[in-house]
């Protein structure tokens, strides 16, 4: 550091004393003249003296000891250190919201003087930017008008306030000064004289003084929908501009930091607003200081991608993160949130995720220095702070006024939605609707999820009509169904099997979806099942006495031959050939004589059937790796495509499939195969999430509604509205920062591929009741769940999950049993060194995601949470950026909020 005037030096010492707070035991107070520095002490001690400066100025030809002298680098200039005795008390500094106090301070506002801090009666929203012209008005008229869009669909009215805060460049002002019928004849600036000098022993009191704005500011009301828009414009003349009088930072007094704010905050009560936006400044001045300090009122940073625009982000992200920090952990409820804007189309991706990560190592490099880790569990699943980028449009570099930003704002408009939905969002109710006992309602929904956890504890009753049901009545109403039906691991391919077998007849399962729609009936015949399901189970044994031709079906004898010509060498061809023999076996009771699939079908003309096939993964585990058993697979999925050849047909077939089963065995034309069954496919979007979890939340008796629901015909919105009451609106408060209940478990239990697993939906829920038991759910009457149980709940899922993959994938199993001998820590991104030779079958899992992105990088390998928890694997800090990018990329820009 260059010390080149008496100010430099003093700046040294108020950083290394936390602006004065922590000075050295001895020294009471420090003065400082341009050509000395006096010291009092209460007893003169000289040794206590140069042990802080020595400590201050290290370097032997800034500080002279024996002279008592520091030199500056111009002329070698020097400053007197002279001690003076006193017996007062130790210098006292109030904090005000100022950045030439808050740059020297390592925390600003401890615990005792955030709580004396008085809060705001009406929400206050303001914008700021390091960098003008990035489109930080714009984004506060979108947002204006987003708060419109919201409270009209709610059929609210709202009163708002805006203030141009922008005191040297304002923008807001000239839209008022050129619309029809004017604006109010005052300005901010003279707001600020006025209060400043309000007298109570006087009738110039406050209250005359906003009761006067007031009136002033409401005759020129403007009204958006069921909006009403209040301006206090910058200046009433633009000459105020040129001798401005009192500044925001002059009313930061020593007895009474946050008088602008509440002065702000009496004037939106005048006009009874319910909030109040404010168009700050640009640059680190402290015209915006007392805004961007205080942590009651929401701030949003706008910055581009230009350099200029990110790094003084940066500069006000690291004094902002101060607010409030307690042994070098930043409060994230207390941080501003970034809006990164006019982000072209096909801006590249590598850019935005390093913006993110500077911004992340910005806020938690302190706690990084400190030897913590900021990134806990669960916590990497959303940001520290909200960032969102907003897209360029052309059509509002010209923007002249209100209208033209709202007429022309769309997706700009659209970002703020989330925001608004949460605040005008009634908070928890005092009580779970329904009046039920929350204990027995939690023990409801633990008890039916652990058992339906797995197909084979699946009771006949009522069913969620997923997607893959529907299409059934939809599309086999006259002819019987041909059907390969994809799905990840877990997604419920077993469970639908169980469904439809416990219904035994065709038609009678697609009357439960659609009634008298399907013309035609037949009965189910499940030749190969899941090992999951015993062949003692109440589903089979009803199926075989209801079913004679099913009864006198040798299903060990099918299975055996299977696995015997499995471990034997066989083409494709061989396997066509071997599938149709024991298929017309199996159907035709071992008749010699039938030989073909037309002549089966002759023989079924009276008895119709359609044959159930699941549970492929049990007899070809190692498909992956070896091409006979791709062949096997490949030969079964070409007989819909036999079966549909026959004329006047009398045999279905559905068979149940592993997605990345289908990519292994059809190699050259997976993707052909998969469009035509494309809706088939058992993959949990987060539609289907949510009806699955309000299905398992009513059915299990836990949650009641006021009349009866069904999720498969309910829409996200309304979902969303009945699982607050199963877990709120967000994991907090539902006016807090905190993460979207919904987006955060979505987030939580899928891949990097974006599809998520039935089953850890299931066995999720049955965690967090299990969870919500153990704690103290006091805060949270009006949810079943709280948020501590839902975010604790996923490790329990991903160790099951971890489990169940070790049983289930040989080249999984030994890949965790190499992880468990590495001595090094496993953190995420990692090498390719850390995968098997052969790491295909771990990416079609889903348990490995590449980022080929950036293919010169050799750290880009991640692992999602569901099995990045089982596995023991912890990120590498500063990831988190990274992470969130392709998670989003994988489930949506909407989500992980």
Same mark, same amino acid.
């Given at each position: 550091?260059?010390?080149?005037?008496?100010?430099? &030096?003093?700046?040294?010492?108020?950083?290394?004393?936390?602006?004065?707070?922590?000075?050295?035991?001895?020294?009471?107070? $420090?003065?400082?003249?341009?050509?000395?520095?006096?010291?009092?002490?209460?007893?003169?001690? %000289?040794?206590?003296?140069?042990?802080?400066?020595?400590?201050?100025?290290?370097?032997?030809?800034?500080?002279?000891?024996?002279?008592?002298?520091?030199?500056?680098?111009?002329?070698?200039?020097?400053?007197?250190?002279? &001690?003076?005795?006193?017996?007062?008390?130790?210098?006292?500094?109030?904090?005000?919201?100022?950045?030439?106090?808050?740059?020297?301070?390592?925390?600003?506002?401890?615990?005792?003087?955030?709580?004396?801090?008085?809060?705001?009666? =009406?929400?206050?929203?303001?914008? =700021?930017?390091?960098?003008?012209?990035?489109?930080?008005?714009?984004?506060? #008229?979108?947002?204006?008008?987003?708060?419109?869009?919201?409270?009209?669909?709610?059929?609210?009215?709202?009163?708002?306030?805006?203030?141009?805060?922008?005191?040297?460049?304002?923008?807001?002002?000239?839209?008022? +000064?050129?619309?029809?019928?004017?604006?109010?004849?005052?300005?901010?600036?003279?707001?600020?004289?006025?209060?400043?000098?309000?007298?109570?022993? *006087?009738?110039?009191?406050?209250?005359?003084?906003?009761?006067?704005? %007031?009136?002033?500011?409401?005759?020129?009301?403007?009204?958006?929908?069921?909006?009403?828009?209040?301006?206090?414009?910058?200046?009433?003349?633009?000459?105020?501009?040129?001798?401005?009088?009192?500044?925001?930072?002059?009313?930061?007094?020593?007895?009474?930091?946050?008088?602008?704010?509440?002065?702000?905050?009496?004037?939106?009560?005048?006009?009874?607003?319910?909030?109040?936006?404010?168009?700050?400044?640009?640059?680190?001045?402290?015209?915006? #200081?007392?805004?961007?300090?205080?942590?009651?009122?929401?701030?949003?940073?706008?910055?581009?991608?230009?350099?200029?625009?990110?790094?003084?982000?940066?500069?006000?992200?690291?004094?902002?993160?101060?607010?409030?920090?307690?042994?070098?952990?930043?409060?994230?409820?207390?941080?501003?949130?970034?809006?990164?804007?006019?982000?072209?189309?096909?801006?590249?991706?590598?850019?935005?995720?390093?913006?993110?990560?500077?911004?992340?190592? *910005?806020?938690?490099? &302190?706690?990084?220095?400190?030897?913590?880790?900021?990134?806990?569990?669960?916590?990497?699943?959303?940001?520290?702070?909200?960032?969102?980028?907003?897209?360029?449009?052309?059509?509002?570099?010209?923007?002249?006024?209100?209208?033209?930003?709202?007429?022309?704002?769309?997706?700009?408009?659209?970002?703020?939605?989330?925001?608004?939905?949460?605040?005008?969002?009634?908070?928890?109710?005092?009580?779970?609707?329904?009046?039920?006992?929350?204990?027995?309602? $939690?023990?409801?929904?633990?008890?039916?999820?652990?058992? =339906?956890?797995?197909?084979?504890?699946?009771?006949?009753?009522?069913?969620?009509?997923?997607?893959?049901?529907?299409?059934?009545?939809?599309?086999?109403?006259?002819?019987?169904?041909?059907?390969?039906?994809?799905?990840?691991?877990?997604?419920?391919?077993?469970? =639908? @099997?169980?469904?439809?077998?416990?219904?035994?007849?065709?038609?009678?399962?697609?009357?439960?979806?659609?009634?008298?729609?399907?013309?035609?009936?037949?009965?189910?015949?499940?030749?190969?099942?899941?090992?999951?399901?015993?062949?003692?189970?109440?589903?089979?044994?009803?199926?075989?006495?209801?079913?004679?031709?099913?009864?006198?079906?040798?299903?060990?004898?099918?299975?055996?031959?299977?696995?015997?010509?499995?471990?034997?060498?066989?083409?494709?061809?061989?396997?066509?050939?071997?599938?149709?023999?024991?298929?017309?076996?199996?159907?035709?009771?071992?008749?010699?004589?039938? *030989?073909?699939?037309?002549?089966?079908?002759?023989?079924? +003309?009276?008895?119709?059937?359609?044959?159930?096939?699941?549970?492929?993964?049990?007899?070809?585990?190692?498909?992956?790796?070896?091409? +006979?058993?791709?062949?096997?697979?490949?030969?079964?999925?070409?007989?819909?495509?036999?079966?549909?050849?026959?004329?006047?047909?009398?045999?279905?077939?559905?068979?149940?499939?592993?997605?990345?089963?289908?990519?292994?065995?059809?190699?050259?034309?997976?993707?052909? $195969?998969? +469009?035509?069954?494309?809706?088939?496919?058992?993959?949990?979007?987060?539609?289907?999430?949510?009806?699955?979890?309000?299905?398992?939340?009513?059915?299990?008796?836990?949650?009641?509604?006021?009349?009866?629901?069904?999720?498969?015909?309910?829409?996200?919105?309304?979902?969303?509205?009945?699982?607050?009451?199963?877990?709120?609106?967000?994991?907090?408060?539902?006016?807090?920062?905190?993460?979207?209940?919904?987006?955060?478990?979505?987030?939580?239990?899928?891949?990097?591929?974006?599809?998520?697993?039935?089953?850890?939906?299931?066995?999720?829920?049955?965690?967090?009741?299990?969870?919500?038991?153990?704690?103290?759910?006091?805060?949270?009457?009006?949810?079943?769940?709280?948020?501590?149980?839902?975010?604790?709940?996923?490790?329990?899922?991903? *160790?099951?999950?971890?489990?169940?993959?070790?049983?289930?994938?040989?080249?999984?199993?030994?890949?965790?049993?190499?992880?468990?001998?590495?001595?090094?820590?496993?953190?995420?991104? @990692?090498?390719?060194?850390?995968?098997?030779?052969?790491?295909?079958?771990?990416?079609?899992?889903?348990?490995?995601?590449?980022?080929?992105?950036?293919?010169?990088?050799?750290?880009?390998?991640?692992?999602?949470?569901?099995?990045?928890?089982?596995?023991?694997?912890?990120?590498?800090?500063?990831?988190?950026?990274?992470?969130?990018?392709?998670?989003?990329?994988?489930?949506?820009?909407?989500?992980?909020?």
């Amino acid at each position: 550091m260059k010390y080149i005037s008496w100010l430099d &030096i003093k700046n040294k010492i108020r950083k290394e004393t936390d602006n004065f707070r922590i000075l050295p035991q001895g020294i009471k107070n $420090l003065h400082f003249y341009p050509d000395e520095i006096i010291v009092e002490q209460k007893e003169e001690n %000289a040794d206590t003296v140069k042990a802080a400066f020595e400590k201050w100025f290290p370097n032997p030809d800034t500080y002279a000891a024996e002279d008592q002298r520091i030199y500056l680098d111009i002329a070698r200039s020097s400053m007197e250190i002279s &001690i003076e005795t006193n017996s007062e008390g130790r210098m006292g500094l109030a904090e005000r919201p100022r950045f030439d106090q808050l740059y020297f301070s390592k925390v600003f506002l401890s615990d005792d003087a955030l709580k004396q801090t008085p809060k705001p009666r =009406h929400k206050i929203i303001a914008f =700021h930017s390091f960098k003008g012209g990035v489109g930080r008005t714009l984004h506060l #008229a979108a947002m204006i008008k987003s708060l419109s869009d919201v409270v009209k669909k709610k059929g609210m009215e709202k009163k708002v306030l805006i203030i141009d805060g922008d005191l040297e460049a304002p923008g807001i002002t000239f839209w008022e +000064k050129n619309k029809v019928g004017g604006t109010a004849n005052i300005g901010f600036t003279q707001f600020l004289d006025a209060v400043q000098y309000a007298d109570p022993d *006087t009738d110039y009191t406050m209250e005359a003084i906003t009761q006067y704005f %007031a009136e002033e500011i409401q005759r020129f009301e403007q009204v958006v929908e069921t909006t009403k828009l209040y301006v206090l414009p910058a200046f009433s003349d633009p000459a105020d501009l040129f001798h401005i009088n009192v500044k925001p930072e002059h009313l930061s007094h020593h007895d009474r930091p946050w008088k602008l704010r509440e002065c702000i905050d009496r004037l939106a009560g005048e006009i009874n607003a319910d909030y109040v936006f404010i168009d700050l400044r640009a640059g680190i001045s402290e015209l915006s #200081a007392p805004f961007l300090l205080d942590p009651y009122i929401d701030r949003f940073l706008v910055t581009t991608l230009s350099e200029q625009s990110i790094s003084g982000t940066e500069l006000i992200l690291k004094e902002m993160a101060k607010i409030n920090m307690t042994e070098n952990k930043v409060k994230k409820t207390l941080l501003p949130e970034i809006l990164i804007s006019m982000v072209s189309p096909d801006q590249d991706d590598k850019r935005l995720i390093e913006a993110k990560a500077r911004f992340d190592k *910005t806020i938690f490099g &302190i706690e990084n220095a400190a030897g913590t880790d900021p990134d806990t569990e669960g916590e990497l699943l959303s940001d520290p702070i909200a960032i969102k980028q907003t897209p360029f449009k052309s059509e509002l570099l010209g923007v002249r006024s209100w209208e033209d930003v709202w007429q022309n704002g769309g997706s700009l408009i659209q970002t703020f939605t989330d925001y608004f939905e949460g605040l005008e969002e009634s908070e928890d109710e005092d009580s779970l609707p329904g009046g039920g006992d929350h204990d027995e309602q $939690l023990k409801k929904l633990k008890d039916f999820c652990s058992n =339906h956890v797995f197909a084979e504890n699946v009771q006949s009753g009522s069913f969620l009509k997923t997607g893959f049901f529907k299409e059934f009545p939809r599309q086999y109403f006259r002819t019987l169904p041909l059907v390969v039906s994809l799905g990840t691991k877990g997604a419920g391919k077993t469970f =639908h @099997f169980m469904r439809m077998t416990q219904l035994m007849a065709y038609k009678k399962f697609c009357d439960s979806i659609e009634p008298d729609k399907v013309e035609i009936n037949a009965d189910f015949f499940p030749i190969l099942r899941s090992s999951e399901i015993d062949g003692e189970s109440d589903i089979i044994q009803q199926l075989k006495s209801g079913l004679p031709l099913f009864d006198a079906f040798d299903y060990d004898d099918f299975t055996t031959s299977i696995e015997r010509f499995r471990d034997e060498e066989h083409s494709e061809s061989e396997w066509k050939d071997f599938w149709g023999k024991k298929i017309i076996q199996a159907v035709s009771g071992n008749n010699d004589n039938i *030989t073909s699939f037309r002549q089966l079908n002759e023989t079924l +003309k009276d008895k119709p059937l359609v044959l159930l096939i699941d549970g492929l993964e049990n007899f070809f585990p190692d498909i992956h790796s070896s091409e +006979k058993q791709q062949n096997a697979i490949s030969a079964l999925l070409n007989i819909p495509g036999r079966l549909s050849e026959i004329r006047e047909r009398h045999m279905g077939l559905i068979i149940f499939l592993r997605q990345d089963y289908l990519d292994s065995a059809k190699r050259q034309n997976s993707g052909q $195969l998969e +469009k035509k069954y494309e809706n088939y496919k058992l993959l949990w979007d987060e539609t289907a999430f949510l009806r699955l979890v309000f299905w398992l939340a009513i059915t299990s008796g836990a949650l009641e509604t006021e009349r009866a629901l069904d999720p498969s015909a309910m829409g996200k919105e309304q979902l969303n509205r009945q699982l607050k009451k199963l877990w709120g609106l967000k994991l907090g408060q539902d006016k807090s920062k905190e993460a979207y209940t919904i987006n955060w478990v979505y987030g939580a239990l899928s891949d990097f591929k974006g599809y998520l697993q039935a089953r850890d939906v299931v066995r999720f829920l049955a965690e967090a009741a299990k969870e919500s038991e153990i704690l103290a759910t006091g805060q949270w009457k009006g949810r079943l769940l709280p948020p501590a149980a839902i975010r604790k709940a996923i490790n329990g899922c991903s *160790t099951d999950r971890v489990k169940e993959l070790k049983q289930e994938s040989k080249v999984f199993r030994k890949w965790t049993e190499s992880l468990e001998s590495q001595k090094e820590e496993l953190v995420i991104p @990692f090498s390719k060194s850390l995968l098997p030779e052969d790491s295909r079958e771990l990416k079609k899992l889903g348990v490995v995601y590449e980022d080929i992105s950036d293919s010169g990088e050799e750290f880009r390998f991640y692992i999602p949470e569901i099995y990045r928890l089982g596995l023991g694997f912890k990120f590498k800090s500063g990831a988190r950026p990274k992470v969130l990018s392709i998670k989003r990329k994988a489930v949506g820009k909407g989500l992980l909020s």
